[in-house]
């Protein structure tokens, strides 16, 4: 059982490059979240989903796209990489379908992204 | 506005006990997690209170009170692996997950 996958583990970028991060879950969890992890601060959700085709923001969604085609998969794209977005990225996932009580999180590995 | 207070870091001994608090303003209260995350690594769900009282998992307690907004996290038996940030989340009226900045806890042998 892989639990939640992300891929990549590390990645630099230059400013205004594109890229996708990937995450997938074998959980078969309705809900799906990235969140960004920046030292000194708690984890900031960037946007989540409670199933496939529906999606919504968290709290810093500025400078990022989500999209939800199945179940299994959440990527997060970076449209115009900015230097304020280098931090380390987790994909979550949840049995719950939004509603979070009780329902842990289940985090993948992080992407550590630098943007130069 | 929403805050979850913790220490930034603690320092123990090996075999002993350590408590992390955590106290917490949101709008809305419906549940209030421990996560572990070693250094370099993902979050791993350590506890849930929902209801006042301790919550006991083997050398882990986690005790909440509601009407004083407060958590914390008791670890006994220290071992130099629980070498750990311990993070503090709360479940909002919107059933939002509102996060702490984590307690650094280091273990001296």
């Known amino acids: 059982n892989a639990g939640v996958t992300q891929t990549p583990k590390f990645q630099v970028l230059k400013t205004g490059q594109s890229m996708t991060l990937q995450c997938a879950q074998d959980?078969?969890?309705?809900?799906m979240s990235w969140y960004r992890q920046d030292p000194g601060m708690g984890l900031r959700l960037i946007h989540y989903?409670?199933?496939?085709?529906?999606?919504d923001q968290g709290e810093v969604p500025n400078g990022y796209n989500v999209s939800r085609s199945t179940t299994e998969d959440f990527p997060l794209r970076l449209l115009s990489a900015a230097p304020s977005q280098t931090s380390v990225y987790f994909c979550?996932?949840?049995?719950?379908?939004?509603?979070?009580?009780?329902?842990?999180?289940?985090f993948g590995n992080g992407t550590r992204l630098t943007v130069t | 506005g929403q805050n979850i207070d913790q220490p930034t870091e603690m320092t123990a001994t090996e075999g002993a006990i350590v408590q992390i608090n955590c106290t917490y303003q949101?709008?809305?209260?419906?549940?209030l997690f421990w996560y572990q995350q070693h250094a370099g690594e993902a979050p791993t769900f350590l506890s849930y209170?929902?209801l006042d009282g301790l919550e006991e998992k083997g050398r882990f307690s986690s005790f909440l009170s509601r009407s004083k907004g407060y958590s914390y996290l008791l670890l006994k038996e220290l071992q130099m692996k629980d070498s750990a940030s311990y993070l503090c989340?709360?479940?909002?009226?919107?059933?939002?997950?509102?996060w702490g900045a984590g307690t650094k806890l280091i273990i001296k042998p």
């Open positions: 989340a709360v479940t909002d009226s919107n059933y939002q997950l509102i």
């Open positions: 989903s409670v199933g496939a085709g529906i999606t």
């Open positions: 959980m078969n969890h309705e809900y």
């Open positions: 949101t709008s809305g209260f419906n549940g």
């Open positions: 209170n929902v």
């Open positions: 979550a996932s949840s049995y719950s379908s939004g509603d979070l009580n009780n329902s842990p999180l289940h």
